[in-house]
């Protein structure tokens, strides 16, 4: 098919990742629990990878949690060296909370998430561009107090996959120059090239659907785009601001997200894509697959 990039499989059998939104709820106190660990990921099909992680995933969990909400956070390290959590829906001083933990050292700290959005979560240890690029990074979603319509919900995080020029190396692990000179061999929804194209997402025709996207980078711009589709309205990193109103692409900025909403108007299957096509051949794309 034309813009699709990648080979269409099918949507009975599930991606790897999960991309339905978890359901809007309160707490009120929100407990995390993260555990770092290194981990071994499949980028694409037959692409191990050495990755560091929130929970063995990578991206890490989605967190969900509605405005107002305290969050009351640990982190253990169970890995090998220092890692540390920054949390951009915090606000909150960087040099007591997002510190170096050591390995099998924890730490503890509680933020309210006051503003709505969809945040980016990441390990902001030195050199931070290495602990994003190895897999150490998630979304936030902040509900508004006043719920949105319904919708078909679905989170991306997009990211980018350095890796050794050394193909026996197995699994492969972060080539340090490839991500200085922003070349990366993988671009990703949901840390796997192309996941959702060979295992299509099903929407229903003319139903809303609501795309978190957040781009976790390290280095590349998402221009989002749906194949066939005009968005709505797009909420720039998914606050509470006037939506842009019927428009083709917008840039999620590295280390920001959007609300992305969009009706499909006739079945058949429609790519989304970050439409700087370099990165879309990377593995950028999906499907969502209209009934
Ligand atoms: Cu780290």
Known sequence: ???????????????????????????????????????????????????????????????????????????????????????????????????????????????????PGAFMYHCGTALVAAHIANGMYGALIVDPHTPRPNAKELVLVQSEFYMTPDTTSNPKT?????LLSLAPDYVTFNGRAAQYAEHPIEVKVNELVRLYVVNAGPNRVSSFHVVGGIFERVFQDASLTTPLVG?????????????????????????????????????????????
């Open 1 to 115: 098919m034309s813009h699709g990039e990648a080979p269409v499989g099918n949507p009975a059998e599930p991606p790897p990742v999960d991309p339905n939104a978890p359901g809007r709820a309160s707490g009120r106190v929100v407990h995390i629990r993260f555990v770092i660990r290194d981990t071994v990921i499949q980028v694409a099909k037959g692409v191990p990878y050495r990755a560091w992680s929130f929970e063995g995933r990578v991206p890490g969990p989605v967190i969900r949690v509605t405005q107002g909400d305290s969050v009351d956070f640990t982190l253990v390290n169970g890995a090998a060296m220092p890692h540390s959590m920054d949390f951009h829906a915090a606000q909150i001083a960087p040099n007591k909370y997002y510190v170096n933990v050591l390995p099998k050292d924890s730490i503890h700290y509680a933020f309210l998430a006051e503003v």
């Open 174 to 178: 972060l080539a340090w120059d490839r």
């Open 247 to 291: 428009v083709q692409t917008v840039n999620v900025p590295v280390g920001g997200g959007g609300i992305f909403e969009v009706r499909l108007k006739q079945p058949g299957e429609y790519p989304f894509v970050t439409h700087a096509f370099a990165d879309a051949t990377k593995g950028g794309v999906g499907i969502l697959s209209a009934k």
